[in-house]
């Protein structure tokens, strides 16, 4: 009788029957919580440059998002709502991409793309830089919302008695240069994620015309551009005193 030869263990991985995603359904996750992110990055770059109108009106700002739909919602209702939203976006986002660079690796086996142009370069560093804005969002957090030190600065204050010192929380912490660092570099990769990630959603979402792709790339330059000059002006802004 002949005996039946041992399966490898990575010939055993590839027999196992897997539940597979339609690479087209991770696409369009990707697409759709990309978007949905930036359209919360532009809103929060907008509430942002409020900073240039002093401490008071930022500070308002800071309340009025946790009295949005008051009564109606309760206190912090909305705010806590759009924080479960985006969690969540940004997992599928994490998850589809994964999914998504594990299927082109091995595709693509041993073979390296060849870098022909700044523009290629962006594209095949997305994996890289999402990580980084993945980090940068972590550290952010710890800084100027949950107050954890040592990211946070020492001088941290916390909401209280309907008090909000958001632009005390900010000035004190752009003022330490590595951290108005972190924040420039993070915006400068962060634009050239949108450049891309906007291009590669449209298309992905159907647009195949050459106008539409065209047009997806102005759009994602231009978003991309206000982002970086608009963000990475306010820690420039704090170094150079101009916001105290
Ligand atoms: C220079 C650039 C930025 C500045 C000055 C800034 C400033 C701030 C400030 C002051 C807060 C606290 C607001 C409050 O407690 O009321 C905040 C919260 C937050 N920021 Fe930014 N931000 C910047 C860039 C970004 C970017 C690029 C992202 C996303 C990719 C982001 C995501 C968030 C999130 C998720 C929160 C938490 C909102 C919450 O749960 O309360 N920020 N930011």
Redesign the pocket.
Known sequence: MQSTPPIAAADRAALRPRTMVPSWALKVTMAVSGLT?LA??LV?LVG?LK?YAGASAFNAY?AW?REVLVPLAPHGGV?WAL?VV?AVLLVAHVWAAAILTARARSARGPHRARLHSWRSFVASTMPVTGLV?LG??VL??LD??LGVQPVAPSAFRAEGSGA?F?HE??VAS?SRPWSAAV?IL??LL?AGHVLHGTTVAVQDLGGMGRTLRAGATWVGAILAVA?LLG??G??IAVLLGVVT
């Open positions: 992110w919360f990055v929060h942002n900073v800071a998002l705010l924080r985006l804005i940068f969002i952010h957090l100027l919302t909000f958001a929380n900010l752009l924040y993070t915006m962060l982002i963000n990475a306010i820690p």
